[in-house]
């Protein structure tokens, strides 16, 4: 990994390590709504809203509008995420478990490709 950055509603992190940013999204999951996390440009990126155990990911190849949403057709549970300060309730289909968000993350900071760790929709 290169340089990883974060992007909450408390500003924008630089981290040298997939490792620093999973550890600083799992001690401030419940301070910030919807994450943004990117390499040293702009895209690809991933925006992760966490809503306690439970997550919904965008990818973002580029600035043209080749964006994925995750994807997981086990999960029935609703569940209401705060997107750029408003309520976003995506269909039960793309909400994935907290744990598979982590992973999601640490593998798009290892490649900077959409992962394959989930699955995804395009939108």
Do not use: H
Not at 3 to 29: H, L, M, Y
Not at 110 to 118: A, L, R, V
Request: glycine share 4%; charged share 20%; proline share 4%.
């Amino acid at each position: 990994m290169g340089v990883g950055i974060v992007s909450t509603n408390r500003g924008d992190f630089t981290f040298q390590s997939a490792n620093e940013v999973i550890e600083f999204i799992q001690k401030t999951s419940q301070e910030n709504n919807d994450i943004w996390i990117s390499g040293e440009q702009p895209y690809p990126c991933i925006a992760v809203c966490i809503n306690k155990e439970y997550a919904a990911i965008n990818y973002f190849q580029n600035d043209t509008g080749d964006i994925w949403l995750s994807y997981n057709d086990k999960n029935q549970k609703e569940v209401t995420f705060i997107a750029d300060g408003s309520e976003w309730t995506p269909d039960p289909e793309a909400v994935i478990t907290l744990n598979d968000a982590l992973s999601c993350i640490r593998e798009f900071l290892n490649t900077y490709e959409k992962p394959t760790c989930i699955q995804w929709q395009e939108l």
